[in-house]
């Protein structure tokens, strides 16, 4: 699997997204060479996000919600995309076709109890996964986190998605256990993600 290219510190300048990431937007560049923007997810992306999950597979869906999950409801839309920023950071992958801004990728973390720490998942659209999209929002995620004091994220990861397992992998991400239920459970310092 080709990586995409090193995530360096933003300039100085734009080191207040990082500790506000409301206002977090860089453009970015996919495997393939395609230009993307990754931006922060906004209270006004309920459409944008309901669209996107519907351009998922049942299988991305599946691996996503570790389950089957027909539809976001209203309340789904309004906890995905009404972010405090603090303890539930969200950023979207778009792509602008035609004048219209469309999320080719979801990720995001969400703080646990445990202040240093985060749970980070992934929805990549089925015909953008393997070009780089989860390993970009990974380490813009991990930017974002190590700036506000997240040292670790963790990751639960069903055994059968081999290319999530994959961007973790080549991520730093190292095996903290295996559940019964063929859940993979994965860790990974913010810090050593910034240095790859």
Same mark, same amino acid.
């Given at each position: ?111 646990? %109890?445990?202040?240093?720490? %985060?749970?980070?998942?992934? %929805? ?73």
């Amino acid at each position: 699997m080709a990586r995409a290219p090193a995530l360096r510190e933003p300039p100085l300048g734009d080191r207040d997204m990082l500790s506000d990431a409301r206002k977090y937007c860089v453009d970015a560049t996919m495997l393939d060479g395609a230009a993307i923007r990754i931006r922060a997810i906004r209270p006004d992306d309920q459409e944008r996000l309901h669209e996107h999950f519907r351009g998922l597979s049942e299988q991305s869906i599946y691996f996503r919600f570790m389950g089957l999950k027909r539809d976001l409801s209203p309340d789904d839309l309004k906890r995905l995309t009404e972010l405090d920023f603090k303890n539930h950071v969200g950023l979207a992958a778009t792509l602008t076709e035609n004048g219209r801004e469309r999320f080719i990728g979801v990720g995001r973390y969400i703080r646990g %109890a445990d202040p240093h720490r %985060a749970e980070v998942a992934f %929805a990549i659209l089925d015909e953008f996964q393997g070009r780089g999209i989860g390993t970009l929002l990974l380490e813009h995620l991990s930017l974002i986190a190590n700036a506000n004091g997240i040292a670790e994220f963790e990751a639960d990861v069903l055994g059968d998605n081999r290319q999530m397992l994959e961007v973790f992998a080549h991520s730093g991400f190292k095996i903290r256990g295996l559940l019964d239920s063929g859940v993979v459970h994965l860790h990974s310092s913010t810090s050593e993600m910034l240095k790859k």
